[in-house]
């Protein structure tokens, strides 16, 4: 498919972007989005050197905390003008973008981890802020419930506040991490929703817009 604008989407950097420089086409994507976890328990600069790595393959970034990224790694993105975390931003006209960022509670005491109703009420906050979009991405670093791309083993361990929130306002696409496990593609009625996994392992996603709607295509390096 030809697509008039795509975007790349990575997540669970986990400290390592080494492979954000061999994504095909890289440089020609309108930008780059970050679903969350840059770091392993890091702080501002080890999410400065993983952002610096990505802006070398291409200038545009967007970005939010995971579960394991830290407060102060959230604060120095949103005075860089680089959060998505509880806002609206616009990726190009027409085209919007919500993310969430942290993750519900983990059995591991990590260190960004919210209670699932916050993260659905970010998401909510966020959607005040929106415009007039004829498509919309929605970034949560916690896959939604229920679905393909949360599940460890048999057991599916992500968001069911995220989940409420597709049903109800059904996003063109919905692009997470968090379950490194649950490297997949799957729908929750019309929004394809979408887990690369980990960017160590070679997971990305290409998110496509052609014509007035976003489509997603996950991708191994």
């Known amino acids: 498919m030809q697509y008039d604008k795509f975007w790349i989407g990575i997540g669970d950097i986990h400290d390592d972007p080494a492979n954000a420089a061999r994504i ?37 970034v967007f970005a939010q905390i995971g579960n394991m990224d830290t407060a102060g790694v959230h604060r120095w993105l949103e005075d860089e003008g ?12 027409g085209v919007g973008l919500l993310g969430v960022g ?23 906050q966020a959607l ?12 949560s670093h916690d896959p939604p419930h229920g679905t393909g791309v949360d599940m460890i083993g048999q057991r599916h361990v992500g968001s ?9 306002v059904q996003p063109d696409v919905c692009l ?18 979408v887990n690369p996994g980990m960017l160590a392992q070679g997971g990305y996603a290409v998110i496509g817009l052609a014509g007035r709607s976003l489509t997603v295509k996950l991708r191994t390096l």
């Open 160 to 168: 069911r506040a995220v989940r409420a929130f597709v049903e109800r």
């Open 82 to 93: 680089l959060s998505i975390h509880g806002r609206a931003r616009e990726l190009a006209p």
């Open 102 to 124: 942290c993750s519900g509670p983990t059995p591991f005491g990590t260190p960004s981890e919210l209670p699932d109703e916050r993260l659905g009420e970010l998401l909510d």
């Open 24 to 60: 095909p086409d890289v440089a020609e994507a309108a930008g780059i989005i970050i679903s969350g976890d840059l770091t392993t328990n890091g702080g501002v600069d080890a999410a400065r050197r993983v952002v610096d790595a990505v802006r070398r393959v291409n200038p545009v």
């Open 128 to 139: 005040t802020q929106a415009g007039q979009w004829e498509a919309m991405l929605v970034v």
């Open 176 to 193: 997470s991490g968090h379950i490194h496990e649950s490297r997949a593609l799957d729908f929750v009625g019309r929004t394809a929703l």
